[in-house]
């Protein structure tokens, strides 16, 4: 079963990858979602109905929890978390910074997760124990050891709940530089930090468990330290994130989680 699901699950993320640049320019935003600023395009849709029909035919007792529709027996031993195109309002500008992002749990763990990139053509996978992968050649993250010359990033946008962690953030810069790139999906962060590109990243769910899910596995399989904001090994459940090559975990969690 293992390897089934691990070369299922490459398969369709590259194929919804494939989608997804398809229509890269050319796919009008659908409608909103309660805020405004979280738009649906047609690429949302069409690369969830690709990945969740391919899930049902290939597994018709796993469950799927996905962005773009209700729960499907999400009480089921393997679970699939499915976001088609994380960074919609990068998408659909224009902006280059989006991805697919596929994850399957067994009991509520990790255990194979997919990332496309698809403006760049590269596959990210990670399975649990074994590793993590890009276009098939190793990937590792970074070996910073000094905070000063390290480079985080965020994946959501800006944000009410995420305002005290940023702040203080932005205060410790009075005293040290910070280096910050907010890439506005979650996608493009997890692959930025998972090959070493970045450092670390950060966040407090706005969304769902879709949103991080795959990233995780993809980190942690990287070589990263990744907790929630309470220092807590990362669950299903949670509702924040802090990844971080290991030597500077300690230092972000410092920074960013809950005071009091």
Not at 11 to 38: C, H, M, P, W
Not at 56 to 73: L, T
């Amino acid at each position: 079963m293992t390897d089934t699901l691990a070369k299922f699950t490459a398969d369709i993320t590259r194929q919804a990858s494939r989608l997804v640049s398809r229509r890269f320019g050319r796919s009008g935003v659908k409608y909103t979602k309660e805020n405004r600023a979280d738009v649906v395009t047609e690429a949302d849709l069409a690369a969830n109905r690709l990945l969740v029909q391919a899930i049902k035919k290939k597994f018709p007792s796993h469950g799927i929890v996905s962005e773009e529709q209700p729960d499907w027996q999400k009480d089921a031993e393997y679970l699939w978390l499915v976001d088609p195109l994380d960074g919609t309002r990068n998408f659909s500008t224009g902006t280059p910074l989006f991805g697919v992002m596929v994850a399957v749990a067994k009991n509520g763990v990790l255990q194979h997760a997919a990332i496309a990139d698809p403006p760049n053509g590269k596959l990210y996978l990670a399975q649990r124990g074994r590793g993590a992968t890009c276009n098939g050649k190793p990937v590792h993250c970074a070996a910073t050891k000094d905070w000063v010359y390290s480079y985080g990033c965020t994946g959501a946008g800006l944000r009410a709940n995420k305002l005290a962690s940023l702040q203080r953030l932005i205060a410790s810069a009075a005293r040290e530089p910070l280096w910050l790139s907010m890439f506005g999906s979650a996608a493009v962060a997890a692959m930025y930090v998972a090959d070493g590109r970045r450092d670390w990243a950060f966040s407090r769910s706005s969304g769902g468990v879709w949103d991080y899910a795959a990233g995780v596995l993809l980190m942690g399989e990287a070589g990263c330290t990744v907790t929630d904001m309470d220092g807590k090994p990362w669950t299903l459940a949670s509702t924040s994130l802090v990844a971080a090559v290991p030597a500077l975990h300690a230092k972000l969690l410092s920074l960013v989680q809950p005071q009091g």
